[in-house]
């Protein structure tokens, strides 16, 4: 009977399941490495212009998941926000994600939607090779044709992923629109906004239950976890680093952040991205924005430059590739024989996931463990669906 339940990682996966088991009579100790919760997803005030940082990069939330939307909401009041992300390319600035706009402006062309339409339809390129678009360029070629490629695609990506856009799977590219109207809102979900006091708030509200302890600044080791006598661990930690990396690691990107502070508004928008090639950040985040009913004098201004992830670094984007998909097959294998641990989010499933997403997971997953408890059954290694 599983009664003692050890979470390694107090971020999203780990704070849901932790607050799940907690209300199915489960006692569970969430530990976190860090001196606080909500891992990659932590806000802080700037002490200096009162501006709240998304100290890991910026997230939105955003999702389809009515479930999800309203399990969020539960704990903390969101306040509307909508993605409008910018583009600087050549030194002028471009509408994003590409849409009638950025078509028109790129073109220098007043089309209407059926014109634009049949505009980027006559220059779109189908893979040589004639079957599915194989690859993250291909991917972009069929979908927009080589102008729009060039200008806004591959040498961002080049940049984020640090490998030509050819080696990428397709599916990073799906993650973005293509409209042939005005609507410049990043993303199509039904749902979005901003947790109007931050998300570091609304993870320690989730984690705010009897039955919850939680062991900030506190690094578990595997070893640590397997010998604590816990009835099972619940690890969001990387997948590689509870087997000690021992088949070699799994790659990473990490971000190097370059911030400063300025009087005023910097940019006049949330994220400006840069997709020159020259151009050694990716993206700029100007955080006040990203909570613009404060209304801060001062602003915070965040460069982002993206490389591989080295033992010391965090990690955050998994790169699956070719090479780390074999490995992570080989890792998830030694995973499923392994005994009274669960692996689960981001990293302990190496996904590039949404934190919309990682909820709906470890909603799920915390239902998989309350049954497999109710009947006595081991928990398996991956609690989510498709895994
Ligand atoms: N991307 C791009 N140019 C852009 C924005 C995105 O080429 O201006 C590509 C890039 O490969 C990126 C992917 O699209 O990794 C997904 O973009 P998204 O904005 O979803 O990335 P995230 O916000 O998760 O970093």
């Known amino acids: 009977m599983v009664q003692r339940v050890l979470i390694v990682g107090a971020g999203f996966s780990g704070a849901v399941i932790a607050r799940e088991l907690a209300g199915a009579g489960v006692a569970v100790t969430v530990a976190d490495a860090r001196p606080h919760v909500a891992g990659n997803c932590h806000t802080e005030r700037c002490a200096e212009t009162g501006v709240m940082v998304h100290v890991y990069g910026p997230h939105i939330f955003h999702t389809d998941d009515a479930g999800v939307w309203d399990y969020v909401t539960r704990f903390g009041t969101f306040r509307p926000y909508v993605n409008r992300v910018k583009a600087t390319v050549g030194g002028r600035v471009y509408a994003l994600p590409v849409n009638l706009h950025t078509i028109n ?19 779109a390129q189908a893979p040589a090779h004639g079957g599915e678009p194989a690859n993250f360029e291909e ?3 069929a979908m927009v044709g080589p102008e729009i490629y060039a200008a806004f695609f591959r040498g961002y990506t080049a940049k984020q992923w640090g490998c030509d856009p050819r080696d990428l799977p397709a599916s990073i590219l799906k993650r973005l629109p293509l409209r042939f ?28 239950c009897p039955g919850i302890t939680l062991d900030l600044g506190r690094h578990v080791t595997p070893a640590g976890a397997r010998a604590g006598g816990w009835d099972h661990v619940v690890w969001t930690g990387p997948l590689d ?5 021992d088949l070699g690691r799994l790659a990473y990107r990490t971000l190097d952040f370059e911030r400063f502070t300025h009087d005023g508004d910097w940019q006049g ?7 020159d090639a020259d151009v050694p950040y990716t993206r700029i985040a100007e955080h006040r924005h990203f909570a613009p009913w404060e209304r801060p004098a001062g602003s915070v201004v965040v460069r982002e430059y993206s490389r591989a992830a080295g033992p010391g670094d965090i990690p955050y984007y998994p790169v699956r590739l070719a090479g ?3 490995l992570l097959a080989r890792y998830m294998d030694r995973a499923r024989a392994e005994t009274g641990v669960s692996f689960v989010g981001r990293l302990g499933t190496y996904r590039y996931l949404d934190m919309d997403v990682t909820i709906r997971e470890a909603l799920d997953a915390a239902q998989s463990l309350i049954s497999a408890r109710s009947t006595g059954a081991a928990p398996p290694a991956f609690l989510a669906g498709g895994l």
Do not use: K, S
């Open 241 to 245: 680093a509870w087997f000690g990396h």
């Open 105 to 123: 402006q790129i073109f220098g062309l007043a089309l209407r939607p059926d014109e634009a339409r049949a505009f980027i339809a006559a220059r």
């Open 269 to 275: 928008c949330a994220v400006m991205n840069h997709p």
């Open 139 to 141: 991917q972009a070629l």
């Open 181 to 208: 109207d005005y609507d410049d809102n990043y993303f199509f979900h039904r749902f979005q906004g901003m947790p109007e006091a931050g998300y570091t708030a609304l993870v320690a509200a989730i984690l705010e």
């Open 324 to 326: 780390e998909q074999a």
